[in-house]
């Protein structure tokens, strides 16, 4: 990796917002130029540091991820931003993207795809958290979020469509492979151009664009 991301990060949990701090501090491509615990804070130090990504929580005080997401873009519209939330957030989820959010995250999430995230939105992509629940993912089908409105139209071939519509189903390649009678390391080829089609980084991605682009139906993830 040859850039350095600046990166600051904001949440009201003083803990979580310390490790978290500390953990990205430590990564060679990734300058922290600061932590913020309110919305206020955050939108203060972006101004002042003009970070390349800002991650930060949806509940806070004084001004939430959301206000503060909305001024940050009239203000720093390049900056990109992941949102941080708790499992039982999926309204706020909804609202942080509409915003102009690029991505969301689980407080849960591990270490690597924290980093995948801030890498993926760093190179202007969306980014869907890996365990995004079907209801989650329905939810910002229906919603005014539409990061694809602006890319040319993806072509699919037929088998491509049906693994897209078998991965929506959370199959594994094995089984997908067990299913239409392939191998499973045919199956991974097809994920890994699917993927690169889609421009998304994992299968709730694929799942949302699928969504999206009405390759699916809610009824076919539920």
């Known amino acids: 990796m040859n850039y350095d991301i600046r990166l600051a990060v904001a949440d009201d949990h003083e803990i979580f917002l310390d490790g978290l701090a500390l953990m990205l501090s430590r990564q060679e491509h990734i300058t922290l130029v600061g932590q913020a615990s309110d919305g206020r804070d955050l939108v203060e130090l972006a101004l002042r540091e003009k970070p390349d990504v800002i991650m930060t929580d949806i ?22 931003i992941i949102a941080l939330s708790m499992f039982d957030e999926e309204d706020q989820i909804v609202e942080m993207l509409e915003a102009g959010a690029k991505g969301y995250l689980l ?4 270490k690597q795809e924290i980093l ?3 890498t993926h939105v760093y190179e202007d992509k969306v980014y869907y958290c ?7 993912a329905g939810m910002i089908a229906r919603s005014r979020f539409n990061p694809y409105k602006q890319r040319e139209q993806v072509v699919f071939t037929d088998r491509e469509q049906e693994i897209i ?17 392939l191998s499973k390391r045919t199956v991974e080829g097809y994920r890994t151009r699917i993927l690169e089609k889609m421009n998304v980084r994992n299968t709730a991605g694929v799942v949302m664009y699928a969504l999206k682009h009405h390759l699916v139906s809610e009824a076919d993830i539920a």
């Open 59 to 80: 509940k806070m005080p004084r001004m939430d991820g959301i206000a503060a997401t909305r001024e940050l873009l009239r203000q720093l519209p390049d900056t990109r």
């Open 107 to 110: 407080k849960n999430a591990d």
């Open 116 to 118: 995948d995230a801030i």
């Open 130 to 136: 890996k365990t995004t629940s079907a209801k989650l």
């Open 165 to 181: 519509r078998l991965i929506c189903q959370q199959l594994t390649a094995q089984q997908i492979g067990q299913r239409i009678f």
